[in-house]
């Protein structure tokens, strides 16, 4: 009391404001954060393999929003309350370190990625300058430098940034600079139609980049894929040359290490060879795919690879570096990367700094800001050594072959067709449709079999399986092995479950 009375009296005033002395109760907000890990500890990490718990607790939009009390008010709510709110948000999110979740292309939990994230998230940085970011750039620098030797370049660059899709606008424009400088101070105006090529079974960022850019997705060329979804090298060539007739002009190919739905990989030598033979920019969405450069045994899938200008790869995926951990990675290492992206802001990169400024990198991001993502990477590849990575990309590939073998021996599965990566891709035939003769209506009906059962299964909570229409084919199921908590017991319940939901089909 005489503590608070004196601060009274001793108290500075600014247009009715005081100003002695910190606002934040601090021993408050200790407290808290010592409870909500708590919470966090016992309802999300120890619960994480726990397969008795449910994978969601599903509930419609406007039943949650009511039990979430998403109101804010003009005073704050007490520490009680907020502890509930921590609470209800783990209950009603969907944990996607169980280990039957199989809904996306990344799942699980590691907890030497998560610790990091902890850190990382107390210091709040900002990696764009050495000043305010030492460790972490160096981190990055030491990251980026290991992956770019498993792409097989004996030089090269990176960035981390959000996201596989902003990995691919990147390249998309950084080809496009190299093909023609000036658009950095000139844009658009004046330039000839540029086009790109990209295979049909490319990640819709492509199209998305192409917009973003100005490029249009009309100049996006889809090359035909053959029957395992891989571009077909010789449509490429004829679609190049298509380009050259009509006047554009061409500046990029996008090849793919790992498709979205079938986990395609395509022909990236011959790929190569057409870009050689054409002057084109090459550039390998390896965000699902990359990881299998870990494997001795599997990165035959990733043959050509170092004959890339750039490669996109998501650690968050398959080696469970928690969203987002993404790189591009760019053979040039002149500095294009700079040179395409720098604004030179004389406030924040200096040149007349009192240490050696090549380690401010900020410059050559599109962003400002930017999270020290490859922390998480690297604290889990200290712990886990390559060996251990290499481990978890064999394993999920074993586990997918497993499955593969268990859905051809069980009535009423039907494979789409043999895999290459994780991706299992599959049609689920009830009873009712097995004796049906093959024709528009059994077709009809197989459609509407994979939205109900996976309705079943999120209200039931007892596993996540995405779901998909593809190329002409009716919706059949994806599912994508990844965590290393899953089991072959996990695969033998997801077909069982399965059944069991779709029994009265």
């Known amino acids: 009391k005489e503590e608070m009375l004196q601060k009274k009296k001793n108290a500075v005033l600014v247009d009715g404001v005081i100003l002695n ?164 101070e000139k844009g658009l105006s004046g330039l000839p139609r540029l086009v790109l090529f990209t295979s049909e079974e490319c990640h819709y960022s492509m199209k998305k980049a192409a917009s973003f850019l100005g490029i249009g997705t009309e100049n996006v060329y889809f090359i035909k894929t053959d029957e395992r979804g891989k571009m077909i090298p010789e449509e490429l060539e004829k679609q190049v040359q298509r380009a050259r007739k009509e006047g554009s002009a061409p500046f990029l190919v996008c090849a793919t290490a790992g498709t979205t739905v079938l986990g395609a990989f395509d022909p990236l030598d011959k790929i190569a060879d057409v870009c050689e033979k054409h002057g084109l920019w090459l550039h390998v969405d390896a965000s699902w795919g990359g990881s299998a450069l870990i494997s001795r045994k599997h990165c035959r899938l990733l043959h050509g690879i170092h004959r890339a200008d750039s490669v996109a790869w998501n650690p968050h995926k398959m080696l469970l570096a928690g969203i987002q951990c993404c790189a591009l990675l760019v053979k040039d290492n002149s500095g294009l990367l700079k040179k395409c992206y720098s604004a030179k802001a004389a406030y924040l990169f200096q040149q007349d700094k009192f240490y050696d400024v090549s380690y401010d990198t900020g410059d050559k991001s599109i962003q400002c800001s930017r999270r020290p993502d490859a922390f998480k990477f690297w604290l889990m590849w200290k712990a886990l050594g390559t060996t251990g990575l290499e481990e978890r990309v064999n394993r999920a590939l074993a586990l997918a072959r497993y499955l593969v073998e268990e859905i051809k021996k069980r009535e009423g599965f039907q494979l789409i067709l043999e895999p290459e990566y994780a991706n299992v891709c599959f049609w689920y035939i009830p009873p009712s449709l097995r004796k049906m003769e093959d024709g528009p209506e059994f077709w009809q009906k197989l459609h509407q079999v994979a939205p109900i059962i996976k309705e079943r299964m999120m209200k039931k909570g007892s596993m996540m399986l995405g779901y998909q229409p593809h190329q002409g084919k009716v919706n059949f199921f994806r599912q994508v092995v990844i965590s290393p908590q899953v089991s072959r017991e996990d695969m033998d319940f997801l077909l069982d479950e399965i059944e069991l939901l779709a029994k009265d089909l």
């Open 21 to 184: 002395g910190p606002i934040m109760d601090s021993k408050a907000g200790e407290k808290f954060v010592e409870d909500a890990c708590k919470i966090i500890m016992e309802e999300v990490i120890q619960k994480a393999d726990d397969v008795t718990e449910k994978v969601c607790e599903w509930r419609a939009p406007e039943t949650l929003k009511m039990i979430l009390d998403l109101e804010m008010r003009d005073t704050g709510e007490s520490h009680q309350k907020l502890l509930q709110l921590c609470r209800d948000v783990i209950q009603y999110s969907v944990k996607t370190s169980h280990p039957r979740f199989f809904n996306q292309l990344y799942a699980g939990i590691d907890y030497y990625s998560l610790a990091a994230r902890f850190i990382t998230e107390a210091l709040n940085p900002s990696v764009y300058t050495y000043e305010v970011s030492p460790v972490f750039l160096l981190v990055e620098e030491a990251v980026i430098k290991k992956m770019i030797e498993f792409i097989g370049w004996e030089e090269g660059d990176g960035i981390f940034n959000p996201g596989g899709s902003v990995s691919n606008m990147y390249a998309m424009n950084l080809a496009r600079y190299r093909f023609c400088p000036e658009i950095k």
